[in-house]
């Protein structure tokens, strides 16, 4: 991995003529990242849940950046049929950038349209099915890459084959810190197929230390736990970097030279700080679990990347 000191949006190399879609784009981290990609000459598609949320977002990086190309398109990680419908909707032949950023966290038991456990639903299997269902424009791009967007929360919990949907039993922490080892796990087998398939795409994985975003808050204030609200909002004020700074991995990964496959972008200092190779638990790195997830993901989603086999 390159020489990561000191690394800001300031050195994200021209994106001119590149192509990016960032999931999430509607706030936090990925608002962040889809107003640096756009300031560095990208067409940006936020890719986003919510029309109410996601029309204004792009109108604020036009009023941030004046010139910068982005357009909103709806996309609702929590129904399959949805991610279909941007994958059909999206015409270019090709693809520079996919960010898959968006997520959730530590959210009371539910289940996704299509009854995954929401967590697990959302955060792996959707960005598993878009990837997929995207895949040949990325292979037909030359340098393109694939950027996902996990947890240092990851190491708290490997995921459990016998019970991906948590239906046995649930802790909300334990299903959020599986389902970012899925995006780890996710990101390793697919720099392994893309390697054996002589692709020259780049499949990595990122993370935003503790950054305050709305993250932290969903949980909690969907179940009315106003205590544990006030004292994530705390936290934030208190002790996380923002959300500009929490972007900063991502967009290394996105946009530096040098990227590696496979490779893990955090902040330095673990929490915060500038980009950095990041330490992953040794479950993430076991090529026999990600083959395992990779069909149980393939069974789940019925989305097989065919273009990947050749």
């Known amino acids: 991995m390159p020489s990561t000191t000191g690394w800001t949006s ?3 190399p021209d994106q001119s003529g590149r192509t990016a879609v960032v999931t999430g784009a509607n706030s936090g981290i990925g608002l962040v990242a889809a107003r640096e990609l756009a300031r560095r000459g990208a067409r940006v598609l936020l890719a986003c849940r919510s029309a109410s949320r996601g029309g204004p977002a792009a109108d604020l ?3 941030q950046v004046p010139g910068a190309e982005v357009e909103f398109r709806p996309l609702d990680l929590a ?3 949805s991610v279909r419908a941007f994958a059909e909707s999206y015409t270019p032949g090709t693809l520079d950038l996919l ?5 959730v966290m530590a959210l009371p038991y539910g289940r996704t349209a299509d009854g995954f456990e929401t967590q697990f639903g959302i955060n792996h299997l959707g960005h598993f099915a878009l990837t997929g269902l995207l895949a040949g424009k990325l292979l037909r791009t030359p340098r393109a890459r694939v950027v996902t967007v996990s947890s240092g929360m990851h ?3 490997d995921i459990d084959m016998g019970d991906l949907n948590s239906e046995r039993r649930y802790h909300r922490w334990v ?7 899925a995006n780890l796990l996710f990101t390793h087998e697919l720099a392994r197929r ?3 398939a002589g692709s020259d795409v780049v499949a990595a994985a990122a ?3 503790y950054a305050a975003t709305n993250l932290q808050t969903a949980g909690a204030r969907m179940e009315g736990r106003r205590t544990a609200e006030r004292l994530a909002e705390l936290g934030n004020r208190v002790f996380a970097q923002s959300a500009e700074a929490g972007a900063l991995p991502t967009l290394y990964a996105a946009t530096a030279p040098g990227v590696r496959p496979d490779s893990f972008t955090g902040p330095r200092l673990g929490l915060r700080g500038a980009p950095a190779p990041s330490r992953r638990a040794p479950w993430t790195l076991n090529d026999a679990a990600g083959e395992r997830l990779w069909v149980a993901s393939e069974q789940l989603t019925g989305v097989t990347y065919d273009d990947l086999k050749g």
């Open 10 to 12: 300031h050195d994200i």
């Open 61 to 63: 990086i036009r009023r």
């Open 79 to 81: 129904d399959l049929s």
């Open 99 to 103: 960010v898959n950023n968006a997520g």
């Open 155 to 157: 190491a708290l919990a």
């Open 175 to 181: 299903a959020y810190a599986r389902s970012k080892t």
């Open 194 to 196: 893309l390697r054996e």
């Open 207 to 209: 993370h935003p230390g």
